[in-house]
């Protein structure tokens, strides 16, 4: 049976129940015959088969949302017990500084005991002595005259000696105390920390532009035409430019957007990223260096690291840099220069990166991201490539940015557009469209993501963009 009031079927019993009201109910048969209605079969599968295969995406997420998940709770657990080491080896740092603090004193009691020990002896000696001597048969008037004042000397001496030692202790009765708040605190304490939520990927929505405006970034010393190769936004809402053009950092003014403060460089700059709220790093391609610059008053370089590359990429995070060189591989360093790892190889020896342009790191350095001329890679901290992107609407990836939200911003010089990722490398869409301009070099955004900056190729101008928050 067929209702057309509900637009369903069902059997005879169950339209005679929930049906009985409707007028239109047909036996099927019979509808068909007598109505010009064809079964669109066709349409249907291909319905069905769309649906399908969102289902089948859906279902892959749920995957993947499962398998981060354990991967999430296994770092958890380790980074617990990493701290419970910690809390272990400081417990034994003041362990040990305890135990000093007696040591140090009963040594210099037992200092003081063994001083009174040598003065004691000293006046034994003398008594015995004198005591000795007017002993002797052989002494004569004179001889023993002078051996009763000696001993009358030592005598006086070794009474001072006993009224004094009288007055004083050499054994004192020490006794430690123990800090019953270190306990306290423990026995207030359910967990070693908090657990809380953070929103995943799901939450990040495609943003709109309200409006551009541009301003010039060119100083009277520049030679050359800017071109503005990277960006960063400080916490106070200054932004530093890398002038490759003309070997400079530069410092711009969060509301007039006016260069305050300039540094030549010895090489051209390629990107520069944030090391704290007083300082910045930059990569010097021709130099294979990367330079520290101190941000406190005027710009000044104040420390550098040498290597054995040419310096592109670069990144900070959890207390390392990431270097790239222009081709294949990504280096972590300590800020100290030390090599700590090399990522350029897959488990079976071929090349994860072909054309390194630019990296962003997430603070956890769970995840790198490296915009390849061919795409957006993001490995993992292992050199394990997570996801790949290299299809439209991105062409020619040459940039990427991460947000404060963890989505992720790549700009293509091809496409010539800013294209949107999540946090794991799934495409959001477009933000910044093609147009007939210079091709966009780098991207940035300040904290609050309410604004965004785009450089372009030999231009002196950079382009301030008006956001919405909802990333």
């Not at 005591?131 to 009763?148: C, G, I, P, R």
């Not at 309200?210 to 960063?232: F, R």
């Not at 294979?288 to 040498?306: A, C, G, Y």
């Not at 190889?345 to 990166?353: A, I, V, Y």
Request: a neutral charge; aromatic letters at 8%; proline letters at 1%.
């Amino acid at each position: 049976m067929y209702c057309q009031n509900h637009d369903n079927v069902g059997c005879s019993t169950c339209m005679a129940v929930d049906h009985r009201l409707c007028k239109d109910a047909f036996y099927i048969p019979e509808f068909i015959q007598n109505n010009t209605y064809q079964v669109e079969s066709r349409q249907i599968q291909t319905k069905l088969k769309a649906l399908a295969e969102t289902l089948a995406k859906q279902a892959d997420r749920f995957k993947r949302d499962k398998q981060r998940l354990l991967k999430r709770k296994a770092e958890l657990l380790a980074d617990i017990r990493k701290f419970r080491q910690e809390i272990n080896d400081h417990l034994d740092k003041l362990e040990k500084s305890s135990i000093d603090v007696i040591e140090d004193k009963v040594r210099s009691l037992e200092d003081k005991i063994e001083d009174g020990l040598k003065q004691l002896q000293a006046n034994k000696s003398r008594i015995t002595s004198a005591n000795d001597k007017l002993a002797s048969e052989n002494a004569n008037q004179s001889e023993v005259f002078v051996y009763v004042k000696l001993a009358e000397d030592a005598a006086n001496v070794a009474n001072i000696y006993i009224e004094d030692a009288k007055s004083k202790s050499y054994v004192k009765d020490i006794d430690f105390q123990r800090d019953r708040r270190i306990v306290t605190q423990l026995e207030q304490k359910n967990t070693l920390g908090t657990l809380s939520e953070k929103l995943t990927k799901t939450a990040v929505t495609l943003f709109q532009i309200k409006g551009k405006q541009s301003y010039n970034v060119k100083v009277k010393s520049d030679i050359n035409n800017c071109c503005i190769t990277s960006a960063c936004c400080m916490e106070d809402g200054t932004i530093i430019l890398a002038d490759y053009n003309n070997n400079k950092l530069k410092r711009l003014h969060s509301y007039n957007y006016i260069v305050t403060d300039y540094c030549d460089l010895p090489g051209m700059p390629w990107q520069v990223c944030m090391i704290n709220n007083t300082q910045v790093a930059v990569t010097l391609q021709s130099k294979k260096e990367v330079h520290f610059i101190s941000l406190e008053r005027q710009l000044k370089t104040t420390n550098k690291i040498k290597t054995d590359f040419v310096c592109y990429g670069l990144a900070y995070a959890n207390n390392n840099l990431y270097i790239s060189d222009s081709k294949t591989s990504v280096y972590m360093y300590t800020l100290s220069g030390r090599k700590l790892h090399q990522i350029s190889k897959d488990q079976s020896g071929h090349d994860l990166l072909s054309n390194i342009r630019s990296l962003a790191v997430s603070q956890d350095a769970a995840r790198i991201y490296v915009a390849d001329y061919d795409g957006l890679i993001v490995l993992d901290n292992n050199g394990q490539v997570n996801t790949s992107f290299n299809d439209e609407p991105l062409k020619g990836a040459n940039w990427c940015y991460l947000t404060e939200a963890g989505s992720v911003l790549v700009s293509g010089v091809v496409s010539n557009n800013v294209v949107l990722f999540t946090c794991d490398g799934e495409l959001i869409g477009e933000v910044i469209e093609a147009d007939s301009g210079k091709a966009i070099k780098s991207i940035c955004c300040n904290q609050q993501m309410t604004k965004m900056y785009i450089s372009r190729y030999e231009n002196d101008n950079m382009e301030v963009y008006e956001i919405n928050k909802n990333i």
